[in-house]
Structure formats: structure tokens, C-alpha cells
């Protein structure tokens, strides 16, 4: 780094970098201890089949204490004393070497990209390593371009797959409609040879 801290320096042994303080004219109220975590459950029975002999003194049950406050502890005020948080001086690191060239690299055939990302799918391309604005202008136009044509291409396969799935829905319904038709002409047809059944019957009668 180009700063260190300075290793002459020390926090004051004075220094007060507490924010709040116990408020000193905070007293605790009377009887505040004498107040019990827990008290007898005042709806609690002795058991009828309980037997003293048996089972030994009764004792009720306790629950918490709706009066318990809890430990007490004073209220909090802001500290006249509080000069802020410490902050160690630095001084110019004797060891800092300024190297101008050190993202310098023989090649950038290669990079390396560490991204996270919530959804899959994703296609990460195109990479421009350059000096200037302007050598990357014409790259940008050439990736939108590229970026473009792919996008529509990618809409265009959805609709159609949207198409195909509605297409293949269609059908399937008029395989339904057409398979409920059979069944209505199967029992319109049971129905005329029961009254064909019926007549001849009649006519034997």
C-alpha cells in the first residue's frame, strides 16, 4: 500500500471513543428486586386423585411473572467525553514501489471472469481489452449488431415453440371432442336396440 500507520503513533491513553454512557441520575426504583421471575400459577388445582401420602405435598405449578421487568439497568445518555472513533494516522509507506506498467502483459490471449448470477443460460462473449475509447467504438457496434440478430433469432424460435404447443393443444382437443361424439352415438345406439327389444316384446305378447 501506498500508506501505512504511522508506527510512532498511539491511541491517547485518554481517549474516549464511548458514545453512550449510563445516565448517572438514573436510580433503580424501590423494590424493583423483590419483583420474582416466576410466581404460583393462581389457576392451578390440586389434582382430586392426588394423595399426599402417596405422591407428597402438593405444589403448584409457576409461570412467569407478567410484573417482571427483568435485570435493571440504568438509561443511556449521550457521553460529553466522546471525541469519535480513533482513526491512526499514516505516513508514506518507505517500501511502495510505483510500478506504471503493472498491468502490463506479453499476451491477453487469455482472461479470466468470475460472475455470479441467479439464472442459467447465460452466454458471456465478446471481450475488447484496449487502450482507448476509440479502439473500442467499432467493437461495440459489431457486438450490438451480433447481440441484435441473435436476439431476434431467439424470438423467433419462441414463437415457434409457442405456436407448436398451441398447435399441438388444438389438436388434442378436437381428439377430445371427437372421442365424446363417439361415446354419444354408442349410447344413442344402446338406447334404439333397447326399444327395439322393448317392441318386439310387445308384439310376442
Not at 168 to 175: G, P, Q, V
Amino acid at each position: 500500500p501506498k500508506k501505512i500507520n504511522d508506527p510512532s503513533q498511539s491511541k491517547p491513553a485518554d481517549w474516549v471513543d464511548e458514545r453512550m454512557i449510563d445516565d448517572p441520575e438514573d436510580k433503580k426504583p424501590e423494590g424493583w428486586d423483590d419483583i420474582p421471575a416466576e410466581i404460583v400459577d393462581p389457576e392451578a388445582e390440586k389434582p382430586d386423585d392426588w394423595d399426599d401420602d402417596l405422591d407428597g405435598e402438593w405444589e403448584a405449578p409457576k409461570v412467569p411473572n407478567p410484573e417482571y421487568k427483568g435485570p435493571w439497568q440504568p438509561k443511556k445518555i449521550d457521553n460529553p467525553a466522546y471525541k469519535g472513533p480513533w482513526v491512526h494516522p499514516q505516513i508514506d509507506n518507505p517500501d511502495y514501489k510505483d510500478d506504471t506498467e503493472l498491468y502490463a502483459f506479453d499476451s491477453f490471449k487469455y482472461i479470466g471472469i468470475d460472475i455470479w448470477q441467479v439464472k442459467s443460460g447465460s452466454i458471456f462473449s465478446h471481450f475488447t481489452l484496449a487502450d482507448s475509447w476509440d479502439d473500442v467504438k467499432g467493437d461495440i457496434e459489431l457486438v450490438n449488431t451480433f447481440r441484435e440478430g441473435q436476439k431476434a433469432k431467439k424470438d423467433e424460435e419462441e414463437k415457434a415453440r409457442q405456436a407448436s404447443e398451441e398447435k399441438t393443444k388444438a389438436e388434442e382437443s378436437e381428439d377430445e371432442d371427437e372421442d365424446e361424439d363417439e361415446d354419444e352415438d354408442e349410447d344413442e345406439d344402446e338406447d334404439e336396440d333397447e326399444d327395439e327389444d322393448e317392441d318386439e316384446d310387445e308384439d310376442e305378447d
